[in-house]
Structure formats: C-alpha cells, structure tokens
C-alpha cells in the first residue's frame, strides 16, 4: 500500500487544496490518514476515484 501526500494527490488529480478540501467536506473524496502532522492519503483509493470518474464521463458520453 502506497501513501501518497497531499501535493501528489494535487499532481495527479489536477485539483486544487482548496478544491480537494471542499471535495472532502462534502464526503465526495478519498479520506486521508494521518502520520503525525502529515496528511496522506492512500494510492489505490485515489486510483478508483479517477477511475469513477472517468466511468461516469464515458457513461455520459454513450447516451
């Protein structure tokens, strides 16, 4: 299992901290772990998210 820190999270989503916070707020994000006073959050989860995402966008595009 991979953790990954909140500026990689930030590369790889292209999301904003302030966007992924929000997104967090409303439970429509991967939930962090903390390590100490480091925010990580874990690789796999990220990967089904954008993975969700991308489903809903192809499902969209088939209609």
């Known amino acids: ?3 990954l820190s909140l500026a990689q999270v930030k590369a790889q ?3 904003s901290r302030a966007t ?3 997104l967090l707020d409303r439970d429509a994000f991967p939930k962090p772990i903390r390590e100490g006073r480091r925010i990580l959050f874990i690789q796999s989860e990220i ?3 954008l993975a969700a995402k991308v489903a809903t966008r192809d499902a969209g595009a088939a209609k």
Do not use: E, G, K, P
């Open 13 to 15: 989503t292209s999301l």
């Open 47 to 49: 990967d089904s998210y």
């Open 20 to 22: 992924i916070y929000r």
């Open 1 to 3: 299992m991979q953790a």
